[in-house]
């Protein structure tokens, strides 16, 4: 899982980025606000951490304005100021949760964990685009236009519900390689077309009309025609 730090204090940084890997996510960590708003912007990341109190701008800030961009990355905003009002303000202006310095280390990563099964899981457990239906707990594709499904791989399935959460937004290969992978690199950018064309097989095998499309040197869009 793929997460973003906004912290500016050098210290806790350090400590929280190497208790964050230990327990195996991929943390980005950024300093300033401004170049924060623009790191959860690029909608690459499962979970945000924000501290409030931030060069440039405010963690307030950024949720306030990443939500209005239509940012949904669950965000947990973290830091010394705990009063009933900030906390208000923080939610208010978009946060998931809230926690106060100084605080447990177990309590952070079961607020994490929280966070992230509310972005793999959706209220009644599953995701669905046009004649599409994915199972959250079982990484099942099912079609209602057939009555067919299948299982897919970890990726396949990571692949269309990010698709999916898109809304149908074409998303570049680089999205794509970033948001499953973890980076970018060639191997990863050849790895999105070979995972790609698995997933349009699992697509065509339930018998979907909702397909894939290759925007050309763009990237790809799921699409749903129904004539």
């Known amino acids: 899982m793929r997460l973003l730090l906004v912290e500016d204090e050098k210290r806790m940084a350090q400590a929280l980025c190497e208790i964050l890997r230990l327990e195996k996510y991929e943390v980005d960590h950024y300093t300033d606000g401004a170049e924060g708003l623009a790191a ?11 501290d409030v109190m931030l060069p440039g701008m405010s963690g307030f800030e950024i949720a306030k304005r990443a ?24 939610l208010d202006s978009g946060a998931d949760d809230y926690l106060t310095k100084p605080f447990m280390t177990k309590e952070l990563l079961a607020r994490l964990r929280a966070l992230g099964r509310r972005t793999l899981n959706t209220a009644d457990g599953v995701l669905s685009f046009g004649d599409i239906v994915l199972e959250t707990g079982t990484l099942t594709l099912s079609c209602v236009s057939s009555g067919q499904s299948v299982r897919l791989s970890e990726k396949e399935y990571k692949i269309l519900a990010y698709l999916i959460a898109n809304g149908g937004q074409i998303l570049t290969r680089e999205q794509l390689a970033v948001k499953i992978w973890g980076f970018d690199s060639d191997s990863e950018y050849n790895n999105v077309e070979v995972y790609m064309s698995f997933t349009r097989k699992k697509l065509s095998f339930v018998g979907a009309i909702t397909e894939i499309k290759a925007v050309r040197r763009v990237g790809y869009e799921l699409r749903y025609t129904n004539v």
Do not use: F, H, N, Q
């Not at 959860?40 to 990341?45: R, T």
């Not at 939500?67 to 923080?90: F, N, Q, S």
């Open 40 to 50: 959860i912007e690029s909608d690459m990341y499962d979970i945000a951490v924000l």
């Open 67 to 90: 939500r209005a961009d239509g940012i949904r990355t669950p965000i947990l905003m973290l830091t010394a100021r705990g009063e009933l009002d900030d906390k208000v303000t923080g």
